[in-house]
């Protein structure tokens, strides 16, 4: 079913709408035959609400893949995750909270080592100190070349978002990262007509960052740049125009603000960055959206470092806080989430996501249980994570009848 | 699954099937953790053939899609519902058993009331009696204007099913209604060339009707008419060339008759309108047909009047009869719906529907009840209703190997 077709169907109404999304929530048992992370938790809220409502487990991107948090939430939001994809370079800017646009090139980038030959000694230029790499992308950022301007945003030690704004960027561009020490950095090619002078122009932002490093007190370990992974946002319709719905997204990290920033969603100020800041911003935006994201991040770094009573507590934390929503009254709540992350796997999986749908018109499944078990009973059956938001907009009565 | 492939694959056999469809059969509890319309009714014969069958819920048209009787009718005989659009104009005229062709142009008409200067005062002129209706659609029926014949089918009060039948017609034509009082009626216009020669002869038309209104003695009140939602029948292969099949309809109303002969059924002759009615037409054609559709609209009323014991009743009352169609020995048997329609929604809904498919080669689910809930437990899964037709097939031995 594609999005022209819903989005001919979308109707106004006053209902209010929220989706819980707990980062890689579905999970794995410690050992054959036991509990997952989330059937571990105790959670009698949970557990009441899914009562409540009906199950079932989401595929984030089709059976057996296993997404990263891009495709996990553009599906979970409503899209075809392997149509609408958002490359590398995009969702490191978006990661940094950086305002990338439609006409944006983007780019991962790290400092290097080069030696005097100008082969690469280092890819990651010792793994330099992030205040020191922050100096040194206050040095390239601003840099304007023909009308191009250039941001160089600091991720972590060597990692930085690499950016260009300007007229006429195709983002059809080769890496000049060689991916191994001991050659020099490859240039910045133009895979088709279009991208021609943002090769060009790349290349001289490579080359100025190279003399202005050099320059530098810190040069000595961080000489040159290497690029990556050139891409720019896919454009996507907005939940405004989709859906006709006020959406606002509560989450801390900078990647899924950018991603809710990318459908569309208003990304709302927090007082700060606990689970309970989020939930607050729920409860003082309550009454200017229809429809509210809100991203747990814990459930994630926990599973993928491998810490399972890590993420049970996370899974516990929402629990604990989930009241706050309740009393809110929503005519819908989703609980789900973008993928799984199994602490025993100690990263992303391809498993499918428990999910939870209540509503007033939902047809509940009687089962008072929120845990994979559980939702592989549910009456959602296994389904694309991308149907969800069309059967929750039903249940919102936010979809109009089709056919006579 | 398209339809090419499947029809590559039918093979000839001796087997019946029956389908019987309980119009709008999903429902929903009166109240939280309550039971719905089917789990309420007390349906000892649908709970045997349950523990003999594999069960599941249907998704007509999507998820989330709440489909009209048209597109849930073609999911449920296996046809892809959003491909295949049955428009307002021609389920009208199907509405009223009107023979539609695929050729024919059909339309919603209204009789109306204009004032001296042409400009609509009522809409509806007064909600006039359909046997006032009736005299005058007789009056309009018949006539013929440059080799085009045109067909006035009464539906109720004001309403009635407009068709142009002739060479060279399209379809892609604007409403002359202007969807409001105190403005005139809006010309017929064509949306393309190829559907001129149909806009000229539609607005010849209205004219005509509106001299001969004008003239008759109800013509104070039903003095003009205005046309909405222009459309043809969509071209769908049919059972016969599809399948294999000699299949029959057995249904009351009019719509229901007609998508079935758009699929190449057979309607059946009643002696009366009673359920009794129709299963005792079942008996009679037994010998002389592969495939019975046998249509039950009490459920779809009652829900759609919000009579939650109304449709609890209807539900009974084809569990009283269904000995009727288990005596006759089928080989396959579909009992579901194409479409949920909840009491407490009053309308129809986007619920995934509850279905049963009994054979001598269905792996049976042993779940002796059925229900929404007994069915989301089911081997069947959630599945597109347009799925049940193979599967259905198959069990009736009906369709070949894929490959070697």
Redesign the interface.
Same mark, same amino acid.
């Given at each position: 079913?594609d999005l022209e077709?819903?989005q001919s169907?979308a109707l106004p109404a006053h209902t209010k709408m929220a989706m819980i999304i707990m980062d890689g929530l579905g999970g794995l048992p410690l050992e054959a035959g036991g509990k997952t992370e989330l059937e571990t938790a105790h959670t009698p809220n949970l557990d009441a609400l899914a @009562?409540?409502s009906a199950l079932g487990l989401t595929v984030p991107a089709g059976p057996g893949i296993t997404p990263g948090s891009g495709p996990g939430h553009l599906a979970i939001f409503g899209y075809d995750p392997i149509r609408h994809e958002i490359g590398r370079g995009a969702l490191e800017a978006l990661g940094v909270d950086f305002d990338l646009r439609p006409e944006d090139v983007a780019a991962r980038g790290n400092f290097c080592t080069v030696d005097a030959m100008g082969v690469v000694t280092d890819r990651r230029a010792g793994r330099l100190p992030t205040e020191v790499s922050r100096e040194l992308a206050g040095l390239l950022r601003g840099i304007q070349i023909d009308g191009v301007e250039f941001f160089v945003e600091t991720v972590k030690e060597h990692r930085f978002a690499f950016v260009m704004r300007g007229p006429g960027l195709g983002e059809a561009l080769t890496d000049t990262d060689p991916h191994q020490a001991g050659v020099p950095p490859l240039p910045v090619r133009a895979l088709e007509p279009a991208s021609e002078k943002a090769a060009r122009l790349a290349g001289r932002f490579v080359d100025r960052a190279g003399e202005l490093l050099a320059a530098h007190p810190a040069g000595h370990a961080a000489n040159a740049i290497l690029l990556r992974g050139f891409d720019r946002l896919p454009s996507v319709p907005k939940y405004g125009e989709l859906f006709g719905l006020r959406a606002a997204a509560i989450a801390v990290n900078g990647m899924y603000r950018g991603v809710a920033r990318l459908v569309g969603m208003t990304v709302l100020d927090l007082d700060g960055v606990t689970l309970a800041d989020e939930f607050s911003a729920l409860e003082k935006n309550w009454d200017d959206f229809d429809f509210f994201y809100l991203h747990v991040k814990k459930t994630d770094t926990a599973g993928e470092s491998g810490d399972f009573p890590g993420k049970v507590r996370a899974i516990e934390e929402v629990d604990a806080l989930l009241p706050c929503l309740t009393a809110l009254n929503p005519d819908v709540v989703i609980v789900g989430g973008d993928h799984s992350s199994p602490a025993v796997l100690k990263s992303h999986s391809w498993h499918p996501v428990p999910t939870l749908l209540y509503g007033k018109?939902v047809?509940?499944?009687?089962i008072a249980e929120f845990g994979e078990r559980a939702c592989a009973?549910?009456?959602?059956?296994?389904?694309p994570a991308k149907?969800?938001?069309?059967? @929750?907009?039903?249940?919102a009565q936010r979809?109009?009848?089709?056919?006579?």
């Open positions: 079913m077709f819903l169907l @009562a409540q018109y047809r509940a499944d009687g009973r549910g009456s959602l059956g296994v389904l149907d969800v938001m069309p059967i @929750a907009l039903a249940d979809l109009a009848k089709f056919g006579a």
